[in-house]
């Protein structure tokens, strides 16, 4: 590891465990200039941060351009943020079809918050069109009998 990466990681480091401690001002002091360059957690924490004015005025423009490119990263909290900015319409306007796309997303990469999301969506017809087999698949999947949720 060469020196500026060795200080990327320290400042990433620094900027989540401010975050952690709920020292929002410093965190996005330190997760900024990360966030700047792309870095896709710094991006996902200031997304959090901008969303839910947490050591700033709230921003929510910013918060769904972090968001969204933190989850083109394959960054999986981000790509579950973003469906559920999606799927409330928080940050944008409410997609039911785009919010599928991001927990979807999110859960090829093990997130079983998103595989229980998208089971409750189909199941409920929350935003897409009810689809039981398919709810059913997604609460299996996610490791929960779906004759609770029946």
Known sequence: MNRDEADTELTLSSGISAFEAKQ???AYELLQGLADDGHPEA?????????N??????NPGRAL???QQ?????H????HGLGFMYLEGECVEKNGELAA???EKAAEQGLLGSL?????MYNEGNGVPRDEARARAYFEKAGFDPSEFA
């Open 116 to 120: 229980t999301t998208l089971a409750m």
């Open 70 to 74: 933190a989850a083109d990263q394959d």
């Open 65 to 67: 351009e972090a968001m």
């Open 24 to 26: 929002f001002s410093r």
């Open 43 to 51: 991006l996902y924490r200031i997304a959090v941060m901008s969303q």
């Open 53 to 58: 004015g947490l050591g700033m005025a709230a």
């Open 101 to 103: 796309h991001w927990f």
């Open 76 to 79: 999986a909290l981000a790509q």
